[in-house]
């Protein structure tokens, strides 16, 4: 407990003295930077942020080939690292990825992976997606129970689509 206690102050005494930056530091600066267009100095210090916002924008960075050649394998790794600690969109995005093998191999199942990741983090795109692949089929078990649940929830949160989709199974909110 003592050496937890004193390494909290370390580094609470090495955050005030500015020897060590916040991740936030470095996410905020390098998100100044990538709205000035200056893309070398945003990719080099969302790499050094390490949180899941500064992945999710390295994606961004990659896919649309910003500061670097568009490479939508490296987009994927960098969604992949985000998603994995929590980035709904994130997720979603890589979920889009794998369900049109936009730069990863067509895989319908890691698709419905990460859509229902985000969806169960609330993302109201991935609930629509996942509850369309419980009705088809696509990537898990057709399974209209599944796909009406998702297809509500998305529809309660207002996504049009997801009505629509309701309304012609003969479904209500």
Known sequence: M???????QILCISLAAGFVQPVWA???????????????????EFKAG???????MLAIMYYKGEGTAA????????LRQ??????????????????????????????????????????????????LMYTNGEGVEKDPKEAVKWLRKAARKGHVNAKKMLKVMGENQ
């Not at 470095?26 to 080099?44: I, Q, V």
Request: glycine share 8%; charged share 25%; proline share 3%.
């Open 26 to 44: 470095s996410f905020n600066t390098g998100f100044n930077a990538y709205r000035l267009k200056d893309y070398p100095t945003a990719m080099r």
């Open 50 to 56: 390490g949180d899941s916002q500064s992945a999710y």
């Open 82 to 131: 985000s998603a994995e600690k929590g980035h709904a969109l994130a997720a979603n995005n890589l979920g889009m990825m794998y369900d049109k093998g936009d730069g990863v191999p067509q895989d319908t199942a890691e698709a419905a992976k990460w859509y229902r990741k985000a969806a169960e983090k609330g993302h109201v795109p991935s609930m629509y997606n996942l509850g």
């Open 71 to 78: 490479n939508k394998k490296e987009a994927a790794k960098w």
């Open 2 to 8: 003592k050496k937890a206690h004193t390494m909290f």
